[in-house]
Each structure stands twice: as structure tokens, then as C-alpha cells.
């Protein structure tokens, strides 16, 4: 099994590195019609599990991601995302991640697979729909085509792909049919990137520049003068010196993309449509939570964020959120746990410290209702496989 928890040493290498912090927003964020959901008086409900996931899906499928045999392709998915129908066999064999699959109503179903396979080494990695690899997309260097640190890509409604090098400050374009057009240079980072059904690009402004952390709509041009704010986050100006808490998320749900960013307790449901903001969550942690007012004084290398992080809680990232579940993962004293909660019965269950030893596979993202989840079986012939479960 996969284990994609982080461990307090993981967390402490991300905490030093000097970045923006968020303090809060402002914009159109306003408090008023923001609805709290308060995980520090819900009740426990046991260990969260593959089999709790598996009680709630509709339907569950598998596909294992094969790469002419080679079992180091992928070794280690980070964001995993669909390009057309990857879900539309019927086909039983498919169902379980063996054999061909008929390949009806899937043959234009693409799995994109940005993998990290070492450190400060990626590649992009596409695969049909059956999980059979197609391509591997460009490869690290300084030509044409070529990248250094990847953070995220997306798929234009052209079915264009999308790449942020965020190494070289560069913006790579594929065609649909994974052909190299151009590379662009990129004027500010992102972390995150979605494009709209109006062919404009929703950006997570990089948390490495302390003056632009911000959720953003642009053109593919993503010029400065090009772009407009839909909310800002600031950091603390009393910190002489900030951390780096996580790059935030953009998710794609069937009613929108949902945004959060650590150590911000404030979830955003965005239209895919035209960007507008459509619901705004709060996350309430109970007083373990770590606000900003408890690491703006720190200084550099502060050993006290240790501590801090020993005895606190703040939202990592956010997979969905639907009238009856909030699914996500969360910093709760030292580790990142996942969590489920029922809304109406007010019950949270949480991933163990140790979730590979409690039966739960490492969650990746929510895509088009489909949660993905990522699991490496201990056969040593065994091929990485996703497991998508319908959760609505």
C-alpha cells in the first residue's frame, strides 16, 4: 500500500522554507453567508478506511496504470487528472483493473499523470482510459519542450495540455495530441491551474511571491495587466519572517472547482463557468487550531513551530463538499490524517497516523464526482493503480 501521509520531519522541511503566509483575505470574500461546519464538536466515528469510502461510493472502479511492463512508470503520482470519458466501461474485467476492456465509449478518455519520482525530478505521464501509457510528455531539460520543477498542468477545452514549469518560470503547450507547440514565459508562479468553460485559466497565485497570493482568472497569456483577483490572502505584517504551509488546492467537483490554501480555515466553491464564487465554508478546529496570530512572531529557523505544529490543527487541502460529506485532509498535531464528516449526523472519522496499516489507500484528488485515490499492491509485479469510487 501507498502511503501518501506526511510525517512531522516532511512538514518541517516545507515549514522552513521562507514564503507567504496566509493572514486572511480580502475582497470578495466576505464572512456574511458563510457556513461553519464545526469538526471540533462532532463526534468520532472510528477510523476512516478504504471500507468507510467504499460503503458510501456509488460505484467503484480500478484501473491499473501499465507502462509496457515497466513498473517504475508512474513511481509516485502527485495530481492526477481526466481528459474526456474515463469511467464509461461497463466492462467487468475493466472494473477490476485486469484484462483489455472493450474500450466502448472510453477510446477518447485520457488519464494525465504528473509523477514525481525523485527528488526535484517530474515528468508527465498520459495514459488511455484503460490505463495503458500513450506518451511520455516532453522530459527534464532547457530545449524545446523540456522542464525542470513541475507543480500542476491542465487541459484546455481544445484538449490542449497545459504545463507550469515552475523551475524555469515557463508555460508549456501540447496539443490534444500531445504534439509541442511552444513554451511561454511566465511572468509570476502558480501552484494550481483549472481552466473555465469560457477558455480562461483560474490560477493559484504561488505562495512564493508574499505580495500576489491570490485565486485568479487569466488568459493563456497570463500577462499581469491580464489578470483579475477573485480573492487575495496576506500575510502577517508583524512576522519578519513566514512559512510555507502548503500550496492550497483547486479541486473540480461537479458544481464547481473548490479552493482552500493552510493554514486558512475558509473553503471557496468557484463556478467553472465564469469564476464567480458561489459558497464560502469555514472549517472550525476548536482551540487546536493554529491561527496566524501563533506563528507571525516567529523568526528564522524558530525551533517553537515544532511545538506549534505538535499542538495544533489547520485544513491542508479539501477533496469535496456536498450537502451530506466534507471530505479532506488535515495538519492535526504533527501528522495529515484525512477526515470524513457526516454534516447531518455531526460524526468525523479520521485516517489513522498510519493509514497503509488501517486499510486506507492515499487520497489524490476529486474529479468530476469521482474521488481518486492511489494504491501500489505489494506483488512485485504489481502495476500502480487508481481507485476512483463515485462520491456524491
Not at 480555515?265 to 458561489?278: A, F, K, N, Q, V
Not at 489507500?361 to 487508481?386: C, K, M, Q
Request: net charge negative; aromatic share 10%.
Amino acid at each position: 500500500m501507498k502511503k501518501n501521509n506526511y510525517t512531522l520531519g516532511t512538514a518541517a522541511a516545507l515549514l522552513i522554507a521562507a514564503t507567504a503566509l496566509l493572514g486572511g483575505c480580502t475582497g470578495q470574500n466576505s464572512r456574511s453567508g458563510t457556513e461553519v461546519i464545526d469538526l471540533y464538536r462532532y463526534e468520532d466515528g472510528g477510523a476512516l478506511t478504504d471500507a468507510v469510502l467504499d460503503s458510501l461510493a456509488t460505484e467503484t472502479r480500478v484501473i491499473g496504470l501499465v507502462a509496457d511492463g515497466d513498473l517504475t512508470i508512474p513511481a509516485n503520482p502527485i495530481k492526477v487528472k481526466f481528459a474526456g470519458d474515463v469511467t464509461g466501461s461497463d466492462d467487468p474485467a475493466r472494473n477490476t483493473g485486469e484484462g483489455e476492456g472493450n474500450g466502448e465509449g472510453i477510446t477518447e478518455g485520457r488519464i494525465y499523470v504528473l509523477d514525481n519520482p525523485g527528488i526535484r525530478t517530474f515528468q508527465m505521464l498520459a495514459f488511455d482510459s484503460d490505463g495503458k501509457l500513450i506518451k511520455k510528455i516532453g522530459g527534464p531539460g532547457r530545449g524545446p519542450g523540456e522542464y525542470f520543477v513541475l507543480t500542476d498542468f491542465a487541459v484546455a477545452p481544445d484538449g490542449s495540455l497545459w504545463i507550469n514549469d515552475a523551475g524555469m518560470d515557463n508555460m508549456l503547450h501540447y496539443s490534444s495530441s500531445l504534439e509541442y507547440i511552444d513554451t511561454y514565459p511566465m511572468p509570476y508562479d502558480i501552484d494550481n491551474m483549472e481552466f473555465l468553460e469560457n477558455g480562461e485559466v483560474l490560477v493559484n497565485v504561488s505562495q512564493w511571491d508574499s505580495t500576489q497570493i491570490e485565486i485568479a482568472m487569466t488568459d493563456t497569456m497570463f500577462r499581469h495587466d491580464g489578470r483579475r483577483e477573485l480573492l487575495r490572502y496576506s500575510h502577517s505584517p508583524r512576522a519578519g519572517y513566514v512559512y510555507a504551509f502548503g500550496d492550497g488546492s483547486l479541486i473540480r467537483t461537479q458544481d464547481g472547482y473548490l479552493h482552500c490554501h493552510p493554514i486558512d480555515p475558509d473553503i471557496y466553491l468557484i463556478d467553472d463557468g465564469t469564476g464567480e464564487i458561489l459558497r464560502h465554508y469555514r472549517v472550525d478546529f476548536g482551540p487546536d487550531a493554529l491561527t496566524h496570530n501563533d506563528i507571525s512572531s516567529l523568526g528564522d529557523n524558530d525551533e517553537r513551530y515544532i511545538e506549534i505544529l505538535c499542538s495544533s490543527s489547520y485544513l491542508y487541502k479539501i477533496f469535496t463538499v456536498t450537502d451530506r460529506y466534507i471530505l479532506g485532509q488535515a495538519m492535526r498535531k504533527g501528522e495529515y490524517p484525512y477526515f470524513l464528516a457526516d454534516l447531518d449526523t455531526e460524526t468525523v472519522y479520521w485516517s489513522s497516523s498510519d493509514s497503509s496499516e488501517e486499510g486506507m489507500s492515499g487520497i489524490l484528488d476529486y474529479r468530476d464526482g469521482w474521488l481518486i485515490s492511489t494504491f501500489l499492491p505489494d506483488e512485485p509485479d504489481a502495476h500502480y493503480r487508481l481507485i476512483l469510487r463515485k462520491f456524491q
